[in-house]
């Protein structure tokens, strides 16, 4: 039978099962109008004339009831009404009582009841039509036939023709009967009386076999046939009609499900018989058991699935969620379901477009979330990295209502790169802070990476610049070729490490020991990955070395002076006393002196003339003036290896050395051409805090320093090109006043270099002097003013003196 | 009356110049090698100015000081030595000795000492 052209008219006010239901009827081919209230059933009705059936709800909330909504349509036009009820109790039923129905359905009874029920109402309507029609003609054809019969007594004729009408009547009758697509029987007393031919069909036996065959033919046993009767007679009895489903047998003994009902032929007199039918509703059956099925599957699928799983509606609101889903929040599902807080109004918020869009059809990769897992015994929340995705989830009509989100708890994958960042950002700060140049190059040598201080020590601004300058093998840092191989023969070797000093050249061009610390990274299995390593300069560490074993060796050589001073002294004195009476008696005209020359018979004046004759005056001279030379270098090197006693004043160092450069320019010497005025002079000054110093002494320092280079510059002509130059620097440095005085001079060889601080090292540079050289401006400094001293020099490139001195005096 | 002089040193060379030295220039001049003897001639007699070395063997011319003064109070000191690091004590300021009275050995020219035994003695030496 065909479904479309027929219009239902579904009084429903939930909006829900109205959805369900007109979803589940649309998709059936029935054409639908849906009326929310009683009243507004009645005017959709009036407008519609093409309605074929009633769906009613009996609970319409406000208004008119389903069952006075039917009494006033039914008032209007007769049509096939089928009740829906949530309730089964006797006061809903009686409602309906008294209004013709042709079906009363529970609300969740199944689809397939849904469908079955509006089909068969509208098949009995029509069928009931027909048989109304029928029974209005037979009646008609009745009355015809008394008033002919009538005539028939009075004329007797006619009758042939009647008769033929009335086989007539009867045929159209079965030829309708027989075509209904649905089982079909009159029974009296449960036996078949009419059968038409679907019945036949479908239950396989021939009419001969069913008429006046008891029903019992169909059953299986005994009671279910027993059963299915009471509850009929019982429903025919309560009701006035009986709908049931029940399992049937056909003839081979095959069985189907069937959906049986029944109604009086005349409702006065049920013994008359009734008019059941029979609908094989296997295939709706096997339809709804798959559908069941699949459901099943689909529930199994998502409880035992490991990943979260939930279902949210277009608001947000949790539908449903899986075990895993309740055990990622520590939460009971059926507390959730419903509500909107599952998610927090800012995630929620943030989800809202997502949802959005899968509801639009598209499947939805989600963010990365990060959430405060709800706790439902009040203790503390604990973090919870998600991340997921969205699919739309269709209903039957194809439109998405629902989404199904599935999550991938990402907790541990987040903690770990968390860790991961922090190992690695511990890793940039030692790299980026260290003071220490590191460097990593790839296994030929080319730059991968270095920190800032190896930027700074080499003097690059970017690591590109660097890469630029080092060349492919870095090579271009080694001042020395053989320095290089002697690098890559290690690193190439078995030994793949390289630790020891080499020359390096700055970006400027400038050179400085680096001191080098390398290795191959090998990967994990063994291959050579990349050369890490750490570069420093060590010059200044080794010049601070060679300043400690100077100042060793200074204190031993001040603590030898001054314990071999008084030994000197007193023969010293010895000598120089001796030789100073010696002279007295010789040469002064003392009255002792006449009076002994006379007592040995001469003149003084005749042993004055021999000692200058013979010189003698000058050999004691020469004697007692070399004795005052030898103490006053004992005394000089007592007196500095002392320390110092003389008063400190806060003075400015840039105004001494200029007073040291006063009491330079003095300074020449005819025979040697030496003449200080002739050095150019560079003053480079800074502002300087006053420092405090012993004025004279720190006088005494600049000026040994100045003619000690002097003089080196002038022992070199100087080149046609270059004039010989003193250049003088003042900084000021944290806490201490440094002062540099540079020549460009010839310069001095490293021994040289070591030893030039030192008492009574001659070098043909510290020139006549009292012997002591540069070793008085050291004690000055170091032993007097704990400051620093010392010297870098080459040979050819000239020498350059550092001097600091502290801006606070120590106690 | 020519001025009495007593010089107190271990070395027979570092007496004898002075000695000659200042009997030229008229004084009348004792010499001791050790602070005892010096201590014993005072005993009995006395002098103007004394010449004293500090390391002595024996007593040493610190505690000469102290016992000389004890038995001829006003006496003038020279502390005459080759040690630098000696420094004047409260004893030796009690005793009249300031800083200019001590003159390290050896000293360019014997009138150093002359002067400062006739109490003049030379500032910044």
Sequence with gaps: ?811 | MPKKLLIIDDEEYIRLPIQDYFEDCGWDVDSFSSAEEALEYLGAGTADCVIVDMRLSGMSGLSFIERANEIRPGLRYIIYTGSVEFSITENLRMAGVSEEYIINKPVDNLNVLLCAAEGNPVKGK
């Excluded at chain 1, 079965?174 to 009419?194: A, Q, W």
């Excluded at chain 1, 979330?369 to 995705?389: A, C, H, I």
Aim: aromatic content about 8%; overall charge negative.
């Design chain 1, 1 to 811: 039978m065909d479904n479309r052209n027929k219009k239902i008219l579904l009084i429903e006010d939930e909006n829900i099962t109205a959805t369900k239901n007109l979803a589940l009827l649309k998709k059936h081919g029935y054409s639908v109008v849906r009326a929310t209230s009683g009243e507004k059933a009645v005017e959709i009705f009036n407008l519609n004339s093409d309605i074929d059936l009633i769906l009613a709800d009996i609970e319409l909330g406000e208004g008119i009831d389903g069952t006075e909504a039917v009494k006033r349509i039914l008032e209007k036009r007769t049509i096939p009404v089928v009740f829906i009820s949530g309730y089964s109790s006797h006061e809903v039923i009686e409602k309906t009582e008294g209004i013709t129905s042709y079906g009363f359905i529970f609300k969740n009874g199944g689809d397939a009841i849904l469908l079955t029920s509006v089909k068969i109402a509208i098949r009995l309507f029509e069928a009931e039509k027909n048989i109304c029609k029928q029974k209005e003609e037979l009646e008609d054809t009745n009355e015809e036939m008394q008033a002919t019969m009538e005539e028939m007594e009075a004329i007797n004729s006619n009758l042939t023709e009647i008769q033929s009408e009335l086989l007539k009547s009867e045929s159209e009758f079965r030829s309708l009967f027989d075509s209904l697509l649905v089982g079909v029987g009159i029974l009296i007393d449960r036996r078949f009386k009419k059968v038409n031919n679907y019945l036949c069909r479908m239950t396989g036996f021939e009419e001969k076999e069913l008429l006046n065959a008891s029903t019992e033919i169909l059953y299986n046993d005994i009671t279910e046939f027993e059963r299915v009767g009471k509850e009929l007679y019982d429903m025919l009895q309560r009701d006035g009609h009986g709908v049931m489903e029940s399992l049937m047998r056909r003839k081979g003994g095959g069985m189907f499900d069937a959906l049986l009902t029944i109604g009086p032929l005349y409702p006065d007199n049920l013994a008359a018989g009734v008019c059941a039918t029979v609908t094989d509703i296997s295939e709706l059956k096997n339809t709804e058991n798959a559908l069941r099925e699949s459901e099943m599957k689909f529930k199994a699928v998502m409880e035992q699935s490991t990943l979260p799983m939930l279902i949210v509606n277009s608001r947000g609101g949790l539908v449903d969620a899986n075990l895993a889903w309740e055990r990622l929040w520590e939460y009971d599902k059926i507390e959730a379901i419903g509500r909107y807080n599952v998610l927090s109004d800012a995630q929620l918020h943030l989800l809202k477009p997502l949802i959005d869009k899968a509801l639009e059809g598209s499947p939805v990769d989600l963010p990365e979330l990060r959430y405060k897992r709800p706790s439902l015994n009040g203790d503390t929340d604990t973090s919870l990295w998600v991340t997921g995705r969205a699919y739309p989830l269709k209903d039957c009509d194809g439109k998405v209502s629902n989404v199904v989100i599935i999550i991938e708890d990402i907790t541990e994958r987040k903690r770990a790169e968390e860790a991961m960042r922090l190992s690695e950002e511990k890793f940039r700060n030692i790299f980026n802070n260290m003071t220490v140049g590191y460097f990593r190059t790839g296994i030929d040598g080319t730059l991968i990476d270095v920190n800032p201080a190896c930027l700074k020590i080499f003097g690059f601004e970017t690591f590109e610049e660097a890469k630029e300058f080092s060349g492919n093998t870095t090579e271009n840092v080694y001042v020395s070729e053989k320095e290089w191989n002697t690098v890559r023969d290690k690193m190439i070797t078995a030994e793949a490490s390289f630790i020891g000093n080499v020359m390096l050249r700055r970006k400027d061009g400038t050179e400085f020991k680096g001191g080098l610390n390398m290795r191959v990274v090998p990967s994990a299995e063994g291959q050579p990955l990349y050369i890490e390593g750490l570069v420093e300069d060590v010059t200044e560490r080794e010049r601070t070395q060679e300043m400690l074993i100077q100042s060793e060796k200074m204190i031993t050589v001040a603590g030898l002076a001054a314990g071999m001073a008084h030994e000197i002294n007193n023969p010293l004195g010895i000598i120089m006393q001796n030789a100073e009476n010696a002279l007295h008696r010789m040469l002064d005209d003392l009255p002792g002196n006449f009076e002994a020359a006379e007592s040995v018979g001469t003149d003084f004046q005749k042993i004055k003339d021999y000692a200058s004759a013979r010189r003698i005056d000058r050999y004691l001279t020469a004697v007692r003036d070399a004795g005052s030379r030898a103490a006053k270098i004992v005394a000089n090197m007592l007196k500095f290896s002392r320390g110092t006693e003389s008063k400190f004043d806060y003075l400015n160092i840039n105004n001494v050395i200029d007073k040291a450069l006063d009491l330079a320019s003095n300074d020449y010497d005819l025979k040697s051409n030496y003449d200080f005025r002739k050095i150019k002079i560079v003053k480079n000054y800074s502002d300087l805090p006053d420092v405090p110093c012993a004025e004279t002494q720190i006088e005494q320092v600049f000026l040994t320093i100045f003619k000690n280079s002097a003089h080196a510059m002038m022992r070199n002509k100087p080149d046609e090109s270059r004039e010989h130059s003193i250049r003088i620097s003042t900084f000021k440095d944290d806490g201490f006043v440094k002062i540099e005085v540079s020549d460009n001079g010839p310069g001095m060889d490293g021994s040289t270099r070591k030893r030039i601080f030192e008492p009574f090292f001659t070098s043909s540079i510290s020139g006549g002097g009292a012997g002591l050289g540069l070793s008085v401006p050291y004690y000055i400094i170091v032993t007097g003013h704990d400051g620093t001293i010392s010297v870098e020099s080459a040979p050819g490139k000239g020498s350059k003196f550092t001097i600091t001195l502290p801006v606070q005096r120590r106690e």
